[in-house]
């Protein structure tokens, strides 16, 4: 079992930033992938960005050049660094770990955090 908890979310303006955490507990060693995904109200959740264990990062096409994720394996903690955020990056974003390489799909992770609100007003 791996259990994860995210921090960072908050209200922000458009052109501003934030910085997600996540912290996982448990059976870490297995977690080769650590995803980023988020769910505006209405729609499915969406794939983010991804980290490897070394700290290789791919992201989504909307994300590309603004976020950019990191990963602190003796902490045990993945980041997400969020920068020019928009109105359309508003939703809840959640953590999540894979076994897997290069998981990009929701399906291919198995442990989830509880999410945390990014809301950026316009």
């Known amino acids: 079992q791996v259990q994860l908890v995210e921090s960072g979310g908050g209200l922000v303006q458009a052109g501003g930033s934030l910085r997600l955490s996540c912290t996982a507990s448990?059976?870490?060693?297995?977690?080769?992938?650590m995803g980023w995904f988020r769910q505006a109200p209405g729609t499915e959740r969406e794939f983010v960005a991804t980290?490897?264990?070394?700290?290789?990062?791919y992201y989504a096409d909307s994300v590309k050049g603004r976020f950019t994720g990191s990963r602190d394996n003796a902490k045990n903690t993945v980041y997400l660094q969020m920068t020019s955020l928009k109105p359309e990056d508003t939703a809840v974003y959640y953590c999540?770990?894979?076994?897997?390489?290069?998981?990009?799909?929701?399906?291919?992770?198995?442990?989830w955090g509880q999410g945390t609100q990014v809301t950026v007003s316009s």
């Open positions: 999540a770990a894979s076994s897997q390489f290069g998981a990009r799909n929701s399906e291919q992770y198995s442990y």
């Open positions: 448990g059976r870490t060693f297995s977690s080769n992938s």
């Open positions: 980290t490897s264990r070394s700290g290789g990062t």
